[in-house]
């Protein structure tokens, strides 16, 4: 059903933006990144709890972070950048690819959204991936089990994971007529690598980012907007607005 919704953003004829989103548009609404050295992930490993050996060898610590980081979720508010990220779709055939596990696209009115790396307000089975489950409020129960019997763990990528929704991901570029990166190092694979998926070299790019994402591979018309995406991603959906609805 999921790669069914989508087959209408690749078929479209309207105009399509395709938006591509890490932790930076999110640490605007004051959602912590890994990489931060405070809040949450002050006090948690990334391998004592976001890889397969952490969830069989310490699935209590895992379990607790996953539940500390939805209780915390549950406080944030979509920010100026999800806003007109989604504002978009009034005019375009927008499409959000997030690294993000966070749900603030959704929140703030996207109504296609593809989580590369997984949905932290969902929980799926340790045996069958398919069988994924919404999770009420924000507390996991450590014993938790699906229908099938097997015990539940959050809906998250882990690092060293299979990413499944890179496939419809990287089809969904091909497609764009204009893509938009925002909050991402580029750093991380495979996700990094969406945006060599463009499907000719006159597909403009545009890169809003404070810091210096690595764009060294990058053949397209390139335009870096250094704001945060809270700043930048208003403006360039201004002007988008303008050219693209004369």
Known sequence: ?????????????KKKIVVFTGAGVS????????????????????????TPAALKNDR??????????????????PNEGHVAIADMEQWADVCVITQNVDDLHEQAGSTRVVHLHG??????????PELIYDIKGWEQSLDERGEDGALLRPHIVFFGENVPMFELASRI????????????????YPAASLVYYVRDKQVPIYLVDPGMPDTSMIQNPLTHIKERGAVGVPLL?????EELTR
């Not at 570029?173 to 991380?188: C, F, K, N």
């Open 237 to 241: 959906v201004k002007k988008l607005r």
């Open 27 to 50: 640490a605007d609404s004051g959602i912590a990144t890994f990489r931060d050295a405070d809040g949450l992930w002050a006090n948690y490993r990334i391998e004592q709890v976001c």
């Open 173 to 188: 570029v091909e497609q764009a007529d204009i893509l938009i990166v925002v909050g991402t190092s580029l750093a991380v």
């Open 119 to 128: 949905e932290l307000m969902k929980l799926r089975s340790e045996e069958n």
């Open 60 to 77: 209590a610590k895992v379990i607790e972070f996953y539940n500390l980081r939805r209780k915390e979720s549950l406080t944030k508010k």
């Open 1 to 13: 059903m999921l790669y069914l919704q989508y087959e209408n953003i690749i078929m479209s004829r």
